[in-house]
Nanobody
Framework: QVQLVESGGGLVQPGGSLRLSCSAS????????MGWYRQAAGKQRELVAAIDSGGNTNYADSVKGRFTISRDNTKNTVYLQVNSLKFEDTAVYYC???????????WGPGTQVTVSS
């Protein structure tokens, strides 16, 4: 099982930006597909972005063009650059990891992102 720790969340005004980071340990990071889920209060968790070992990315429609996922295999870290933040982006953001073929994700504890004026 991989251990994941997120950082970079916080309070930001609408239109602002943040960079979320997730440090992984306990595994061969470069083999893993990495992703970011989010869960807003009272809503189901949503997979917002994922990146595989080859650097291929996928995004939820709600964040396309605003969020960018990337990874640095030399640092065992995955990033989520979040731009043009909206009130509805307020959520706890979770880093996830899985070795393909994906049957389950390993989860980090989450980091809170709050968009408020």
């Amino acid at each position: 099982q991989v251990q994941l720790v997120e950082s970079g969340g916080g309070l930001v005004q609408p239109g602002g930006s943040l960079r979320l980071s997730c440090s992984a340990s306990g595994t061969i990071f470069s083999d893993y597909t990495m992703g970011w889920y989010r869960q807003a209060a009272g809503k189901q968790r949503e997979l917002v972005a994922a990146i595989d070992s080859g650097g291929n990315t996928n995004y939820a429609d709600s964040v396309k063009g605003r969020f960018t996922i990337s990874r640095d295999n030399t640092k065992n870290t995955v990033y989520l650059q979040v731009n043009s933040l909206k009130f509805e982006d307020t959520a706890v953001y979770y880093c996830v990891a899985a070795r393909p073929p994906i049957t389950k994700w390993d989860w980090g504890p989450g980091t809170q992102v709050t968009v408020s004026s």
